[in-house]
């Protein structure tokens, strides 16, 4: 497949991060270019203090605009982890925001926390719910 990567290589990069940088939570987002309008899009968050990579779910993204996706992803880790989430929990809530952002035109994401939840969950059929 083009452009697919091996979140276990990010690792080693993410761990000296930690030891040459200070943080002690290094995230990376995974952007698979499959074609100019889908991508493969994942993360991997490295505890160093418990010397763990957490490796999220992977979602096939169809693009409206990729501006803004990063910026959620962020968001969305600093949201989880702020609000107590476990960091395998949050990692899947910030992977998550950053997918639905990247279906959403311009750079602001007009999702709220339960469709994010809803989505990181599992829910991906896209049907409107009220």
């Known amino acids: 497949m083009s452009g697919a990567l091996d979140?276990?290589?990010?690792?080693?990069?993410?761990?000296?991060?930690?030891l040459e940088c200070g943080p002690t939570l290094v995230a990376v987002t995974l952007r698979e270019s499959l074609s100019a309008s889908d991508n493969g899009w994942s993360?991997?968050?490295w505890d160093h203090e418990?010397?763990?990579?957490?490796?999220?779910?992977?979602y096939n993204v169809r693009l409206v605009d990729r501006i803004g996706g990063g910026d959620?992803?962020?968001?969305?880790?600093?949201?989880?982890?702020?609000t107590g989430r476990p960091l395998d929990a949050a990692l899947r809530f910030a992977v998550a925001a950053g997918?639905?952002?990247?279906?959403?035109?311009?750079?602001?994401?007009?999702?709220?926390a339960?469709?994010?939840?809803?989505?990181?969950?599992?829910?991906?059929?896209?049907?409107v719910q009220r």
């Open 7 to 18: 979140p276990a290589a990010y690792r080693e990069a993410a761990e000296r991060v930690s």
């Open 43 to 45: 993360a991997v968050l």
């Open 50 to 58: 418990h010397a763990t990579l957490h490796q999220s779910q992977r």
């Open 72 to 82: 959620s992803f962020a968001a969305g880790l600093i949201y989880a982890i702020a």
């Open 99 to 112: 997918a639905l952002k990247q279906t959403i035109p311009g750079d602001f994401n007009r999702v709220s």
């Open 114 to 127: 339960a469709e994010v939840d809803a989505l990181a969950a599992g829910d991906a059929s896209g049907r």
